[in-house]
């Protein structure tokens, strides 16, 4: 079945720090994956997304690549601010009509000054 | 507004009781999905509407379970004899696109 693992939180970072987040997938055909950001006391937000295979998607200095060779999309950016401290969610949708998503646990960022 | 809206956004209620939760979706989105956030876990599928039909219910966790949707607009999720493991935030999401858009959800609490 289709399903996506992401690494388990909190992590806790200084401001500046480089951050990755850890994001692998299963799922059959070609998904489209997706980051998601929920910011305390707001919304989920799509924070990027990638439909194909080499596809990086970026949005406010965050990138990730679509590596299907690795089943992977790694969430990253250079030097952090304290602003973004937020959970961030990855997730899959199915290629077809019904485009529910698949979603990852979450991972909890803090970003300390 | 522009955006997917929920009501309430808080609901307190006893076990044994229902619940009806509102989603209102972005005006022409032809799809809606619900979806439910328990604490310290990740996003779980309730069910998806095309319209104003629901091709897939297969994440509804049991009978006490219903949804609706009608004028290709809003959509109720109704929780009949609420049990304990129901309290969660219950997320609605409409669809432009390949993206979904998210209401701010309902933070249900059954006591």
């Known amino acids: 079945g289709n399903s996506v693992t992401q690494m388990e939180g909190p992590v806790t970072l200084s401001e500046e720090a480089f951050l990755t987040i850890n994001c692998t997938y299963t799922?059959?055909?070609?998904?489209?994956l997706f980051w998601y950001v929920q910011y305390p006391g707001e919304g989920l937000q799509l924070l990027l997304k990638?439909?194909?295979a080499d596809d990086k998607g970026s949005n406010k200095g965050f990138e990730a690549t679509y590596r299907k060779e690795t089943t992977s999309f790694h969430l990253e950016k250079g030097s952090v601010q304290v602003s973004d401290s937020a959970v961030y969610f990855c997730?899959?949708?199915?290629?077809?009509?019904?485009?529910?998503?698949?979603w990852g646990l979450g991972t909890s960022l803090a970003v300390n000054p | 507004g522009a955006g997917v809206s929920q009501s309430p956004s808080n609901k307190v209620t006893e076990k044994g009781k229902d619940v009806e939760l509102r989603c209102d979706p972005i005006?022409?989105?032809?799809?809606l999905y619900w979806y439910r956030q328990r604490l310290g876990q990740g996003l779980e599928f309730l069910i998806y509407?095309?319209?104003?039909?629901?091709?897939?219910k297969s994440g509804l966790p049991s009978d006490r379970f219903s949804a609706e949707r009608t004028g290709e607009s809003v959509s109720t999720l109704t929780i009949q004899r609420t049990q304990q493991e129901d309290s969660a935030v219950y997320l609605c999401?409409?669809?432009?696109?390949?993206?979904?858009?998210f209401g701010p959800g309902t933070r249900l609490t059954v006591l």
């Open positions: 999401a409409s669809t432009g696109g390949n993206e979904q858009f």
């Open positions: 005006s022409g989105h032809t799809a």
């Open positions: 509407f095309q319209g104003n039909s629901a091709p897939d």
């Open positions: 799922a059959t055909g070609y998904p489209s």
């Open positions: 990638a439909t194909k």
């Open positions: 997730a899959l949708n199915r290629p077809g009509n019904n485009r529910k998503l698949i």
